[in-house]
């Protein structure tokens, strides 16, 4: 036992157990900008320092991870392994957010003469991060926000087809539904596998259900009941030849995979940086290619809708929550400090992971594809003859750990649905795992 230390309570670099760090942090009226600001530095000094030593290691484990988990404020215990709802803010993110609500309390003439200017440094951050322009890309609320404003702001008329899949989130349903309603529009289901089974199967089963009427589809890049990894690039390949324009629901995606829209071709892509990126509640980034952009006309109109330059034009929304807009920028440079691929290749190592160890149960049926290219940092999975929510409610009570259910029994893609960010370890995916299998032994 420490005797500095009795209770066993992990203290940070900086001095400060997890508790007394957030307690630290939320007396804002004792703490200076200066001090936040010094908080922060030491964190990017702390990656910069595991960055050189592991320089030769793409994808390290082991204390490189470790140490990075560190600068996450867990509660004491918790394993969050549902960042596919929500996930974590890394402390020089929450430092950020909690600055710049001190600056509107304490000068609120900073935010309409100060803010402006990073607002538009956080645009290009976000335009550099996912390979795109600072022109094509929208700061808004949530994934949700950005898949209205494209489906708001399309000219279809009555007969004119949207192809959606079998899979899609109610965020992106009941847009084209309501468009339906009001503008005759014709909404048509396509199939994909629970997994598919390889890039042209998926893509396919698109090209099948295309009509002269067929205008648009609008898909899951990172589908949430299965974690599959649409291939969005060669679907809009396809797509495009054809005049057809993609609307990408990619509500995982940023943060989790090294994204790169130039390369995808995806016309409209909707994101929230809240799951994987590790921002803010209330911040969402859509993307709209330039090619496109004329074809698209603003949701909310405000002073500028009509003369803003790019993708501007589609965020008239008056005042906004700087902090939070200020705040996705810092998260961006968390991600940056380690490296998207790295980042990448983490996530996905986990999840493969967590993959291979399932299989060995038996009557596990996995519901995410084993292909690398078409999965990520989600894995579902089911298992015959057990109640998923019983393993998501013992995992919690045994392990602290948090995971979820998601999908539908009637359509037989009910199962339970993990997510493996990168601040957690081979040693939790293990503990699962055993929980799992336990159950599974007992049915």
Known sequence: MDINNPKGILIHSDGLSRRDFVKYLLAGSTLSVAALNKLN?????SITSLNQKYIKDESPDGIYWDALQKHFLFQDGIVMMNNGTIGPMPKPVFNTLIKIFKLQVTNPYDCYNFIPGKKEEVR?????????????????????????????????KEGDEVLLSNMEHPGGICPWELKAKRYGVIIKEVEIGLPPKSTEEFVDSFRKAITPKTKVISISHTVYISGLISPVKELCQMAHDKGILVLADSAHGIGMLDLNMKELGVDFFATSPYKWLGASTGVGVLYVRKEVQDKL?????????NTNEGARKFE?????????MIALGEAVDFQDAIGKQRIERRIKSLAGYLKQELKKIPGVKLHTSEDPYLSGGLTAFSIAGVELQKIVDYVREKYNIVVRTVGSKEKGTYGIRVSTPIYVSFNHVDMFVKGVRYLTSRR
């Open 41 to 45: 530095a030491a964190v990017y000094q």
């Open 124 to 156: 290009t951050k976000l335009a550099k991060f996912i390979g795109a322009s600072p022109e094509e890309v929208v700061i808004t609320r949530n994934t949700t926000e950005g898949i209205n404003f494209v489906v708001n702001g399309l000219d279809l």
């Open 297 to 305: 006309w603003p949701t909310i109109a405000s002073s500028g809708w």
């Open 316 to 324: 008239t929304l008056g005042q906004r929550a700087d902090a939070l």
